[in-house]
C-alpha cells in the first residue's frame, strides 16, 4: 500500500467495519422484513419483528 500513498485507517472498535456479523444480521432483517412493509408506528415495527 506504501507504493500508492495509501495507509490503512484506523476504525473505532464498535463500527460496522469491525463487526461484519452484526451487519450481515442487519441487512438481511432490512431486506426481509423492514424493505417489506409500511410502518405508520414504531410499536407496529416492534411487533412485527418480534413475531
Do not use: C, Y
Not at 30 to 44: A, P, Y
Amino acid at each position: 500500500m506504501e507504493t500508492i500513498g495509501t495507509k490503512t485507517l484506523f476504525i473505532e472498535p464498535g463500527s460496522p467495519w469491525e463487526n461484519g456479523d452484526a451487519e450481515r444480521f442487519n441487512g438481511k432483517l432490512r431486506d426481509d422484513v423492514l424493505n417489506g412493509e409500511i410502518f405508520h408506528t414504531v410499536k407496529e415495527a416492534k411487533v412485527l419483528i418480534e413475531q
